[in-house]
């Protein structure tokens, strides 16, 4: 065989490998499902990926994964880690990935596009915040009349909250310039001078606090009650599919916000407390606390989920303890029709504008049905310290 004909199969060898790892290592192809016994009878174990950000908006997903991971009451369910929305999103527009956390005005942009996606279930409430710098002189959103503030995404309730508060403080379009800019670059960008205020899902707002240079304009929480940022979102493929592993994963993103928000001092399983006799994959340091809260903060810092500083999280969760909460996660149209509204008007829809002969509404995007069909039972256990 001649040398070119060599280099063309092995640059087809070459290809071949890195699709066939890419297939196993991204895609799961491959994968062993796993075996369980159930009344005595041998079944497969359901296996779904879920995608997320490294955000406190998405802490019910590593907590649920944890959760299905040490019992096999139910179907596994992976937290899959992604660093930007694009990728997430081509994932679920290619067929990758079927259930995500993604900004809610994103998933209603996605399904009138034509991405078969649903709303199943709120991923949190509030657990957003403005940041300026600490040695800033603003007190006021009034005094960013004519900065540049980041935003996580043109389609995110963010942006749709500094329009609300433009209109408040009879701000136009020329009085404030909006970036969009990746979330985990917030702080370094904010310290450099690229923009005088961001907005953002923690714990990248708590990063720049802990770090020293910056500080809390707004809660969200103080200026929009109740504020929704990530929603869990399913593709219709599933819901067609398989609906029982759908209401599966709502009732284990329930349980984990009500526990992670109500629970009592018992530990999860898996978890451990430092020179304790107890049998755990994951050790909570002396002094770090075992409320709920904290246990989610050591679970969703491993470098399978967020690979964050248990600190950082611990920061956010705790300073004040209602920055973020994880209960009262049922969809309401009320909390879609305002943001509904603001969608429209920023032109999220242009490309296929609402019109009485073209409706597009809460039942479009949303499935709420999921919703009634009862809560995981956790595997909690022995006392812990809070």
């Not at 930007?84 to 996605?110: Q, Y």
């Not at 709120?122 to 300026?132: E, N, S």
């Not at 409320?291 to 248990?310: G, K, L």
């Not at 479009?364 to 919703?371: Q, R």
Request: hydrophobic letters at 40%; one cysteine or more.
């Amino acid at each position: 065989m001649t040398q070119p004909g060599k280099l063309v199969i092995a640059c087809f060898a070459f290809l071949a490998t890195v699709t066939l790892l890419h297939a196993h290592v991204n895609l799961g192809m491959f994968e062993r499902a796993d075996i369980v016994s159930v009344d005595g009878e041998t079944s497969v174990r359901k296996s779904l990926r879920v995608g997320h950000l490294p955000v406190t908006c998405h802490l019910t997903c590593p907590v649920t994964s944890w959760v299905s991971k040490h019992s096999e009451q139910h179907s596994e369910f992976v937290s899959w880690r992604y660093t930007s929305w694009p990728a997430m999103t081509e994932d679920i527009d290619a067929g990758n990935l079927d259930a995500a956390f993604i900004l809610a005005p994103l998933a209603m942009v996605m399904q009138r596009q034509g991405t078969p996606v649903k709303i199943v279930h709120l991923g949190h409430r509030d657990g957003t915040a403005i940041v300026v710098r600490e040695d800033s002189p603003y007190q006021s959103f009034e005094d960013l009349r004519g900065k540049r503030i980041a935003i996580p995404h043109r389609y995110s309730n963010q942006r749709i909250l500094v329009e609300k508060l433009k209109d408040e403080y009879r701000f136009t379009n020329a009085d404030i310039t909006m970036i969009d800019y990746p979330p985990p670059e917030m702080p370094a960008g904010l310290k450099s001078g690229q923009f005088e205020a961001y907005i953002v899902g923690e714990p990248f707002a708590a990063k720049a606090e802990m770090d020293g240079f910056g500080r809390v304009l707004y809660f969200t929480k103080d200026i929009w009650p109740d504020f929704i940022s990530c929603v869990l979102v399913v593709t219709e493929r599933l819901i067609e599919r398989d609906p029982e592993l759908v209401a599966e994963l709502v009732q284990g993103i329930s349980a984990s916000g009500k526990w992670i928000d109500e629970g009592d001092g018992r530990l999860m399983a898996g978890l451990r407390e430092e020179d304790s006799d107890q049998v755990g994959e994951v050790t909570i340091p002396k002094d770090f606390g075992s409320s709920p809260r904290m246990q989610a903060a050591m679970i969703a810092a491993r470098q399978e989920y967020y690979n964050q500083d248990p600190e950082l999280l611990k920061f956010v969760l705790t300073r004040p303890i209602d920055r973020v909460r994880y209960t009262q996660l049922n969809l309401a149209k009320d909390d879609f029709k305002e943001i509904q509204q603001y969608a429209e008007q920023l032109g999220f829809f242009s490309f296929r504008p609402v019109t009485a002969d073209d409706p597009f509404g809460f039942e479009d995007y949303c499935d709420p049905s999921f919703e009634q069909s009862g809560m995981w039972t956790l595997p909690v256990g022995q006392e812990g310290q809070d």
